[in-house]
């Protein structure tokens, strides 16, 4: 749940203990151009990188490097090193979903 700028929980117990900021990423700091994959697409990316970020930073989740984010022929593809099982989820289901919206 968010409040403002900040995730929090709905439990009234852990509210005021529990509050973490909410990560910005900015578009234009994302290692590909936003112009060339499609507003939908990098707002989606860009989501993806800040849980990514979060799980990194939080959850023990190993580093990932993204190698190559590209829209070829109206496909999405995300080339990438590290992470684990989970980042492997996200990013596949990400292409996958984004393949049936409109960049």
Known sequence: MYCDD???VRCEDHKISDQHK???VNINDLPFD???I???????IALLFRQIKMHVDYDSMPPVNFKKIENTDGKL?????????????MIDL????????IP
Not at 77 to 89: A, H, L, M, R
Request: hydrophobic content about 40%; glycine content about 10%; charged content about 20%.
């Open 38 to 44: 499609g507003i939908v697409w990098s707002e989606m």
């Open 34 to 36: 936003a112009n060339a």
């Open 77 to 89: 593809f995300i080339k990438y090193s590290g992470g684990n099982d989970v980042t492997k989820g």
């Open 6 to 8: 900040w995730v929090c």
């Open 22 to 24: 909410k990560e910005t």
């Open 94 to 101: 990400l292409v996958k979903y984004s393949n049936i919206v």
